[in-house]
């Protein structure tokens, strides 16, 4: 839901573009209006494979913010605060019920229902217009059949003219104005267009945008035909009688017509006669045409795959009261530190930019803020007030994402960065989790760091030695060794996804207790069951 709740919003974006575009340039010619919006609906539909897929680029378009002072924090004022921001991979937070069906599976189920409601109206109606076409007979070498009591086109991939059933008693001039339109239907694909749009309407129905689209669409096709029909040299008035003829049969028949078909008298015939009664538009000229497709493609790439980003601070200053610290950014981090040797910060901004890229690709997520370094040159450093947070001016919130570290502890300890970091994406992610459950926060920060402490090896080991090893739901303060556990245990059984599937379900149940059975489909005691073995033949070699 996330993926297409993204998608509608991006498209939606992209629709009040070609609507600019097309009254900027004054294009008002049916067919070209016909194929943009067309082509908006394939990117609707496909839009949802980029958006799942991380298919992105980074757009620094917010504000960034200068840092003004340096001041110390109230004692163990250290974590970051609550995030404000939705996580890629999360559902809106508290609002999961206590019972066992939850605010987002009920929207879910809702969706799906939808979904499959209007699939079942698309599938009837192509089945009954296959009926149609089977049904129809070959009289003077032209399709006809009595359920037609007005021309129409059927077949979204092989489409077909089927005529009413008194098409020979037409004079000349109107069977060829006729075939004129229908034929227009054919040359255009415009069923397989109308299916592609009532499908999209399926997908998106919770979306306006989609059901704005499937009657746009039909009704610029028939705009366009009539269009084709006058350009090509049939009478006018001839025509316009040949509509209405048939809208008064359609009304006759009580509105009407075969499912899944063009119908001559379709969708906006108002509108069409009105149009008909004008001279037609003047086809816009190349350079036109082709400013209108740059400006569209662009805006489509652009909404596409584009992620905001805060831009990189300029001019930060210092309080006085604070002298000797600079600061050094990146593209995700501001470095903070008093004059350390520019290749040792580099080097450190070079390893967080890396653990970054890492945790963004395996939690397929982007924190939305830049993150914060106050870089120390020995662990005692981190005890000194200036390096213990960082403050905004009055009035500008606090920094959110703050990491204290120091070149020592980063020479000691291979992917520690990774470690302190993934609790940055954790409280972006999970901020209830965080908060309640740091210990599982710890796990997922040694599992994504990638290494084991040799103590907390030994107390794992000594466990599955022993048969000691603790459910999942009960993982106390010092427990951080089950933890790193756990985590390799869904790495090793449900790959990467798992990992993301348990922070998803996290999201909405802050819980491994009713996280576990929403992430995996397994009850509690099944996964400790699994969890346990995994423990046992890991590491229950002596």
């Known amino acids: 839901m996330d993926i297409l709740a993204e998608s509608a919003l991006r498209i939606t974006v992209v629709a009040l573009g070609v609507a600019v575009v097309l009254r900027a340039l004054r294009i008002r010619s049916p067919r070209l209006a016909h194929a943009a919006w067309a082509a908006v609906v394939v990117i609707m539909l496909v839009l949802p494979v980029f958006v799942a897929w991380g298919l992105e680029f980074a757009v620094p378009l917010l504000p960034s913010r200068g840092v003004s002072a340096l001041v110390a924090p109230a004692a163990g004022d250290i974590a970051p605060a609550k995030p404000d921001t939705i996580a890629a991979i999360a559902v809106p937070a508290s609002t999961a019920t206590q019972g066992p069906v939850t605010w987002e599976v009920a929207v879910g189920a809702v969706y799906v229902a939808g979904v499959a409601l209007l699939l079942l109206r698309l599938a009837l109606g192509l089945r009954r217009a296959r009926a149609i076409r089977h049904g129809a007979i070959r009289v003077q070498g032209r399709l006809t059949h ?43 694909r415009d069923p397989l267009v109308a299916g592609l749009a009532l499908f ?45 003829q048939f809208a008064r049969r359609v009304a006759d028949a009580g509105g009407r017509v075969v499912p899944m078909s063009m119908a001559m008298p379709g969708g906006g015939l108002q509108e069409r006669l009105g149009m008909l009664a004008q001279p037609q538009a003047p086809h816009p000229s190349g350079s036109r045409l082709a400013c209108a497709g740059l400006a569209v ?9 584009a992620t905001p980003t805060a831009a990189p601070r300029q001019d930060v200053s210092l309080a006085t009261n604070q002298p000797g ?3 050094d950014t990146s593209d995700h981090f501001d470095i903070f530190h008093q004059g350390l040797a520019p290749d040792r910060v580099h080097d450190a901004a070079r390893d967080a930019e890396a653990a970054y890229a890492q945790l963004s690709a395996a939690l397929k997520h982007e924190p939305g803020r830049r993150v ?58 999970v901020p209830d989790t965080s908060r309640d459950a740091p210990i599982l926060i710890e796990g997922l920060a040694e599992h994504q760091r990638g290494r084991w402490e040799a103590e907390e090896l030994r107390k794992t080991r ?61 009850t509690l005691n099944q996964f400790d069951q699994g969890f346990r073995g995994y423990v046992a033949t890991r590491f229950g070699r002596p």
């Open 462 to 522: 000594a466990g599955a030695l022993t048969g000691a090893i603790p459910s999942v739901a009960r993982l106390a303060s010092a427990d951080r060794h089950w933890a790193h556990a756990l985590f390799n245990f869904v790495s090793a059984e449900y790959g990467g996804e798992g990992i993301r599937r348990l922070l998803f379900a996290l999201r909405a149940q802050p819980t491994l207790e009713h996280a576990v059975p929403v992430a995996f489909d397994v």
């Open 297 to 305: 493609a662009a805006l489509v790439v652009l909404c596409a795959m």
């Open 200 to 244: 999209n309407r399926a997908i998106f129905w919770f979306h306006p945008l989609a059901w704005w689209l499937q009657r746009e669409i039909a009704k610029l096709s028939e705009q366009a035909c009539d269009a084709a029909v006058l350009s090509s040299g049939h009478d006018r008035e001839v025509y316009l009688s040949c509509l209405m």
């Open 372 to 429: 914060m370094i106050v870089l120390v040159d020995r662990d005692r450093d981190n005890s000194a007030p200036a390096a213990r947070v960082l403050s905004f001016a009055p009035g500008i919130d606090p920094p959110q994402n703050r990491i204290v570290i120091s070149l020592e502890s980063l020479d000691r300890r291979t992917g520690l960065i990774v470690h302190e970091l993934t609790h940055q994406f954790a409280f972006d992610i």
């Open 325 to 327: 610290w600079v600061v």
């Open 146 to 188: 009595a359920s037609c009591v007005a021309p129409i086109t059927v077949g979204v991939f092989s489409p077909s003219v089927i005529l009413p059933e008194d098409w020979a008693r037409w004079d000349d001039a109107q069977l060829s104005a006729v075939l004129a339109h229908e034929e227009e239907h054919v040359r255009k």
